[in-house]
């Protein structure tokens, strides 16, 4: 018997999966269809109330989403993008057609269109969760506002829901808020509606102050906040009565052992037991919430760096040149682009998830390892390239979500508890500048513990080396 190429795909999926899947991703496609559905006449409208006139052409509306969406990837140029486009429809149009045909799509399309996939999101979801922990912090993107011939540092703010694994929110501060993310958070608050009660807020040390500490409290606002080692607080708990206006608030303490190996002065090999201390401030009441748990909260901020690496990595996001009379909307028009395309892979993820056979990872029984199980991520961001046309245009079907299944979604296995400190091979970038720096202080750091001599050591180095001892010599 001889297959066509669908046949294969159906075939293939039926051995991994099953009929439920099959049928979940059907409904899946259609409510996805709904998105973008009548686009080019819903912008026409929104136009035509702003008295802005429109006229038709050879690309339309919702070629321009296309573009803009397909562009939105960190390696694609607009040439390419704009090529790729004309290709499949069979047209010549220079790529300035494309921007200034998307340049008039109002930022208020965008934002119906992630309002829209945010409920839709929110329904798959299903949450049942008596707290939903948010994890909130800044990053810095390099932009073009000024249009000086260099670039400016740009704070933007991040909102991400580590109890669902999906951002919230990406707010564009600009040049303007650089180092302080404090305000930032204050303002968001201030004009959003945050459901209180359900709500975890967790920030890291550089949000740690008691006048912050009294707001969140003023705001009735659930928090736990990594302290500052050398506060006050921590080595006179009496302080806090008069620092802090709130009887519930409570200092929690604990350290994590981990084993490292860095270089000596000669190079060689060193076995070092590195002590980390951490300092907690929550006011989450302690019959509810005990120690543990919320270590146990801080530990999911990690997810927040997550994202912003995921993020930078797989979209234009962390170098933003383009100048332009409207430069600032259209970088908010990125990022809502940024965190619809988020969406969209986690809709189909999720669908996958809950129904599909999983390939669980089988360890054999000599391994002692325990692992994490997860989806890659970037490939399945990868693959979101080869469906959004069909998305946008509202013509994706159950068999294009199969197919992106199969070859999308793949699991990676990592080891539970490994330290993977952030290293870049991108010569001047910041981490790679972080670990040449690093390298050196801890050859400082051997050297003066093999001496024992801490004085040659300034006082952050001599923090350091208390909490260091080496294993073998």
């Known amino acids: 018997m001889i297959y066509n190429f669908l046949d294969n795909i159906y ?6 999966n099953n009929f439920n899947l099959l049928n979940k991703l059907d409904i899946l496609s259609r409510d996805i269809n709904l998105l973008f559905k009548d686009s080019n006449t819903n912008i026409k409208n929104i136009l035509l109330k702003k008295k802005i006139k429109t006229r038709n052409g050879k690309i ?3 070629d321009a989403l296309s573009y803009i969406f ?9 040439q390419t993008v704009v090529s790729n486009l004309n290709f499949k429809k069979n047209i010549n149009v220079n790529p300035t057609s494309y921007y200034k045909k998307e340049f008039k799509i109002p930022i208020s399309f965008y934002n119906d269109i992630f309002i829209k996939i945010n409920n839709l999101l929110n329904k798959y979801l299903n949450k049942n969760n008596s707290f939903n922990v948010i994890c909130i912090d800044g990053t810095y993107s390099n932009t073009n506002i000024n249009n000086n011939k260099k670039l400016e540092t740009s704070l933007n703010m991040g909102y991400y829901d580590a109890t669902n694994h999906i951002p919230i929110d990406l707010e564009f501060k600009g040049i303007e808020y650089k180092n302080k993310e404090i305000k930032s958070f204050i303002e968001y608050i201030n004009k959003n509606n945050f459901d209180i009660d359900n709500l975890i807020l967790v920030f890291d040390r550089a949000y740690f102050s008691y006048d912050f500490i009294n707001l969140l409290n003023q705001h009735k606002l659930n928090f736990v906040i990594r302290s500052k080692n050398n506060s006050i607080c921590i080595k006179d708990k009496n302080n806090i009565i008069d620092k802090i206006n ?11 052992k981990i084993t490292i190996t860095k270089k000596d002065i000669n190079n060689i090999d060193i076995k070092l037991e590195e002590t980390i201390e951490c300092n907690l401030v929550t006011n989450l009441n302690k019959d509810n919430f005990n120690d543990e748990s919320i270590k146990n909260i801080y530990l999911m901020r990690w997810d ?12 234009k996001f962390a170098l933003l040149r383009e100048h332009n009379k409207n430069t600032i909307d259209q970088y908010k028009k990125k990022y809502l682009i940024i965190l619809i395309n988020i969406y969209l892979v986690r809709l189909i993820e999720l669908v996958y998830n809950k129904y599909s056979k999983k390939n669980k990872f089988n360890s054999n029984k000599d391994n002692k390892n325990i692992y994490n199980i997860k989806n890659n991520n970037t490939l399945m961001i ?3 390239k080869n469906i959004i046309d069909l998305i946008i245009n509202s013509k994706i079907d159950k068999n294009n979500l199969i197919n992106y299944c199969n070859n999308y979604i793949k699991k990676i296995n990592t080891i539970k508890g490994i330290s993977n400190p952030r290293i870049s ?8 500048v972080k ?7 801890y050859i400082k750091i051997i050297n003066a513990i093999k001496n024992n001599d801490l004085t040659t050591l300034n006082k952050n180095l001599k923090l350091l080396a208390n909490n260091i001892k080496i294993i073998n010599k």
Not at 70 to 78: C, E, G, L
Not at 246 to 256: D, L, T
Not at 304 to 315: D, H
């Open 70 to 78: 397909n562009y939105s990837f960190i390696n694609d140029s607009k």
């Open 425 to 432: 091979k991108t010569p001047f970038t910041k981490w790679y």
């Open 11 to 16: 075939l293939n999926f039926f051995k991994n």
């Open 60 to 62: 339309t509306f919702t």
């Open 304 to 315: 927040i760096e997550v994202f912003f690496k995921l993020i930078k990595s797989n979209f």
């Open 382 to 384: 990868s693959g979101l």
């Open 435 to 441: 670990s040449y720096s690093n390298y050196y202080q």
């Open 246 to 256: 709130n009887n519930n608030v409570r200092f929690i303490h604990y350290e994590n």
